[in-house]
Nanobody, 123 residues
Framework: QVQLVESGGGLVQAGGSLRLSCAAS????????MGWFRQAPGKEREFLATITRIGDNRHYADSVRGRFTISRDNAKTTLYLQMNSLKPEDTAVYYCAARNGGRSYSASDYDYWGQGTQVTVSS
């Protein structure tokens, strides 16, 4: 089992950048496929990015490809999401998630979730 805690959210102007972190407890972090999702009010949880256990492969949603970068530091048991060129439509609660399995873009396939961090992008 792993516990996840996100941080780094906040208020930023359009065009700005934020870096989200997801601190994981336990020494098994490197055994999980990790992902980032977000959920805006009234909308379903949306896949953003996923990274393999050793960080050698990454996949992104079309909506964020080229603007967001997912990375992980297994020694620090931390997942990151660098977000650049932010847009007002990026406003949402951002979640990290861990999966006991291979790559997946579906929220229902992830086993553990953080509590979320709010990102608000002003125009």
């Amino acid at each position: 089992q792993v516990q996840l805690v996100e941080s780094g959210g906040g208020l930023v102007q359009a065009g700005g950048s934020l870096r989200l972190s997801c601190a994981a407890s336990g020494r098994t972090f490197s055994t999980y496929t990790m992902g980032w999702f977000r959920q805006a009010p009234g909308k379903e949880r949306e896949f953003l990015a996923t990274i393999t256990r050793i960080g050698d492969n990454r996949h992104y949603a079309d909506s964020v490809r080229g603007r967001f970068t997912i990375s992980r530091d297994n020694a620090k048991t931390t997942l990151y999401l660098q977000m650049n060129s932010l847009k007002p439509e990026d406003t949402a609660v951002y979640y990290c998630a861990a999966r006991n399995g291979g790559r997946s873009y579906s929220a229902s396939d992830y086993d553990y979730w953080g509590q979320g961090t709010q990102v608000t992008v002003s125009s």
